[in-house]
């Protein structure tokens, strides 16, 4: 019995291997969150990909790039790693992108390797996803990477004392180590760290905890969405930011598509990112032309939705370099060290990390005509590596 | 004990917002005998009603919640002349669990196609934010709103359930319908009015606890075990039980965050499996043979 499954598989796998070798259309199956809570993230993957074939075309040399959209639809690891393993066995996809959240990658990185399929990325910002195969690539962003200057700048302004609070699960705990090593490296004192579960909506008693302990400023990671909201609100209404109570976070908290939810709460708010949409560059004029030129609209554009745009590039580059065959080595090492100019500003491919490096952007929320924005400031820290993989 | 009154304050605060939405859900359970599941969905029209009001009819937060307590018993009246009527103190359990955990997700899905995904705030007039010192410490201004909301709901049910003829009504009702139904009382419309009233409280809980309990499509799955755990700790049918069972179940949850936030909401249970486990039938409530 065992030998005739191993011999089904053998054939299987043949089969697919053949099959993409003489086929015309490269498939790329992109797994994100495209309904609930989250759902503009993910369909951000879909617009920043459209964005960039509306500006390259969906052709590299005779090959047609085929996008193919599953829906992760939150942190759901079991469902993440079903619809990877449906992409590559049923759709026989060449490539995989996307994955908003980190338990999601993990569970998807075992099944490249034996599939040979290569992963870029597109969001899950938890350093270590990258080590866990060699064929992932990473176009977004760490925590490590937003973190550090947070706590470089929050010294530079005359922090002395923080209290940190972030959401209890992977990304969290990396910005609390991020920000405490970088900021007790520098001469400041962490005097509180609070890691708030993932559901909590009343912050009322951590602001409370937060105030007991004297700290000048808080630095807080939580994932976009409902509790940005509560934690800002809660900042205001408890008399912290009266009591000139500074607040820092990394972009997470802030972006712009929860901006208008947060209102004027937000107004002044520092916080570290490599993406702002009001980023003042022609590139970014012409990622943003492309996206309403398809449908899409400025106010729904986030991260992702950059990240989905250079992940394009890459997956193209890969495509380019293997001639369209089905080669990991081959691809993945031709998009190491790659270069170019992103909408977020100069990125390239850590040789050897895997992970994008970036300039990293200190914002401040300010209203323009009437709507919040991140305004980048002139305080920028270039190609910045992830911290936590690489020291240099 | 400035800690001590610190906590007391966001504890009252979150337990009223805890009764005021679980009240309806303890008159459903208790008077009506239904397991209704889709009360969290209900609340939750209330929030999204509000937040279109407000945001893009430019009402004032008063007008905001008058509309949506009544657009939401609008919204409701289908439900209770096609599905609910069904199943008022009779049917099993299991088809009520069915039947309102299918309209949770039916809500769920409308709501998320009309609204979108995201979350949806309310926005508070200029004399409900910000923050109010009093004394010891400064408290957002909408926590004591909340709190008087809780208090004025609590005494208005209680002065209607045992001091009006409607109350007299209702009581006789859920106690021998028969018998009720023979001395010419109309039973169906004490049953109709009283899950509007049911549904109403839910939807007035759902907008005045959006700070705490932000309004958005998961809303009505994500809190509805909190719901009926209140109810069910502090008896159903019974306002005393409820409001003892949130100003508990508050009192747990917010001592727990203060003094160790990284236990989640383990504080919260380990209050339940107490209670649960002293009061089988919850704090207040009657056992039903």
Sequence with gaps: MIRRTNSILAVALLGLMTDTASADVIKVGVIGTMSGPYALFGANYKMGIDAYIAEHGNKVGNHTVEFIYKDEEGPNPAKSKALAQELIVKDKVQYLAGIYFTPNAMAVAPLLEESKTPLVVLNAATSSIVEKSPYIVRTSFTMWQNTVPAANIAFKNGSKKVAIAVSDYGPGIDAEAAFKKTFETDGGAVVEAIRIPLNTTDFSPIMQRIKSSGADTIFTFLPSGPPTLGFIKAYVDNGLKADGVKLMSTGDVVTEIDLPGIGDSALGMLSTYHYAVSHDSPENKAFLASIVKNGGKVEDVAMTGVAAYDGARVIFKMIEATNGQRDPEKAVAAVKGMKWVSPRGPVSIDPDTRHIRQNVYLRTVTKVDGKLINKESDTVFLDQPDWALSKK | ?289
Excluded at chain 2, 16 to 35: D, H
């Design chain 2, 1 to 289: 004990m400035r800690l001590a009154l610190s906590i007391l304050t966001d504890a009252v605060a979150y337990g009223m917002v805890l009764f005021i939405i679980s009240i309806g859900l303890s008159i459903m359970m208790g008077l009506m005998r239904v397991v209704n599941l889709a009360h969290g969905a209900f609340a939750m029209i209330g929030g999204y009603l509000a937040s279109y009001a407000i945001r893009d009819l430019h009402v004032h937060y008063s007008v905001a919640i008058l509309l949506a307590v009544v657009g939401t018993i609008l919204v409701s009246i289908p439900f209770e002349l096609l599905l609910y009527r069904r199943i008022y103190r009779k049917s099993d359990p299991l088809i009520q669990v069915l039947m309102t955990i299918g309209i949770t997700f039916l809500i769920i899905g409308v709501v998320n196609f009309i609204f979108g995904p995201s979350l949806k705030t309310i926005p508070l007039p200029p004399l409900l934010s910000g923050p109010l010192d009093i004394g010891f410490r400064s408290v957002p201004t909408h926590r004591l709103f909340v709190i008087a909301c809780g208090l004025v709901t609590a005494l208005s049910l209680w002065w209607l359930i045992e001091k009006t003829e409607f109350g007299i009504k209702l009581r006789a009702s859920v106690d021998h319908s028969g018998m009720a139904d023979a001395l010419g009382i109309r039973t169906e419309i004490i049953y109709a009015a009283t899950f509007a009233l049911a549904i109403g409280l839910g939807a007035f809980g759902g907008v005045v606890g959006a700070e705490i309990l932000p309004i958005e499509p998961f809303y009505a799955l994500r809190y509805m075990v909190t719901f009926l755990v209140v109810v069910s700790v502090g008896g159903a049918g019974s306002i005393m039980g409820a409001l003892s069972a949130s100003m508990l179940l508050g009192l747990a949850d917010t001592t727990g965050k203060y003094l160790a936030p990284e236990f989640g909401e383990f504080f919260f249970y380990l209050a339940v499996i107490c209670i649960v486990f002293l009061f089988p039938h919850g704090l207040f409530g009657r056992s039903h043979a």
